[in-house]
């Protein structure tokens, strides 16, 4: 059973500071990861996409992976109260049986004014 | 405009009841997907389609059924069978399956009366 794991927060943060969402997931030959933004009774939308180790930057969000570590995390620079929401992780593989994404609960943040 | 439509926002199923739930994309996406969320939880996959005239089932497709017809729908049923149906309800779609992004539709919020 592939398991995605993420801190179901809280995690409140002051507005301008950077806040650290972070994602764990079991399945080593994972090869594709995702962050998704859901606000409360909205449905999620697409925030980062990696597939490489290393970083990727994309305005105020910048998502780190290590596979080796099987770990990929979401950072928000100058958090913005608008960024209050809750973010899923997803994780996918390749190949046969595969097809499926992964979510985890999601971590719920809360940017403090 | 490009996008995922999903209706009704909100369904009311009475009890012995079978209701559809309706999703469509103009995205021109290969791969369409339904998935049951409830609250504080992740996302659950219900079932999801490759191709059209195939499917299959995700890890909780007990009491629904689907149907894909053409490559812009697929519709989902929920069954008199599933006894605990009240969860919102998003459709997904993406390029292809595997490691492919997946958008999501507005959702359709589920209710028993």
């Known amino acids: 059973q592939k398991e995605v794991e993420q801190n179901s927060g809280p995690l409140s943060v002051p507005e301008g500071a950077i806040a650290s969402l972070n994602c764990t997931y079991s399945?080593?030959?994972?090869?594709?990861f995702f962050w998704y933004r859901q606000y409360s009774g909205k449905s999620p939308e697409l925030i980062m996409s990696?597939?490489s180790n290393g970083d990727k930057e994309d305005g105020r969000f910048t998502a780190q992976l290590n596979k080796a570590s099987q770990y990929v995390s979401l950072l928000i620079r100058d958090s913005q109260p608008s960024d209050s929401a809750t973010y899923l992780c997803a994780v996918n593989g390749w190949g046969f049986g595969n097809e499926k994404l992964t979510f985890g609960t999601g971590t719920r943040l809360t940017i403090i004014p | 405009d490009g996008g995922i439509t999903q209706s009704p926002k909100y369904l009311f199923r009475k009890e012995g009841q079978n209701v559809t739930l309706s999703c469509e994309q103009n995205?021109?996406?290969?791969?369409m997907y339904w998935y049951r969320q409830d609250p504080g939880q992740g996302l659950r996959l219900i079932y999801y389609s490759q191709i059209v005239n195939d499917f299959q089932k995700g890890d909780i497709a007990e009491g629904y059924s689907v149907s894909r017809e053409k490559k812009e729908s697929f519709p989902l049923t929920v069954t008199s069978a599933q006894k605990n149906p009240t969860a919102f309800y998003l459709c997904?779609?993406?390029?292809?399956?595997?490691?492919?992004?997946?958008?999501f539709g507005p959702g359709t919020r589920l209710l028993v009366l």
């Open positions: 990696i597939y």
């Open positions: 399945d080593r030959g994972s090869q594709s």
């Open positions: 995205l021109n996406h290969d791969a």
């Open positions: 997904a779609s993406s390029f292809a399956g595997g490691a492919e992004t997946q958008y």
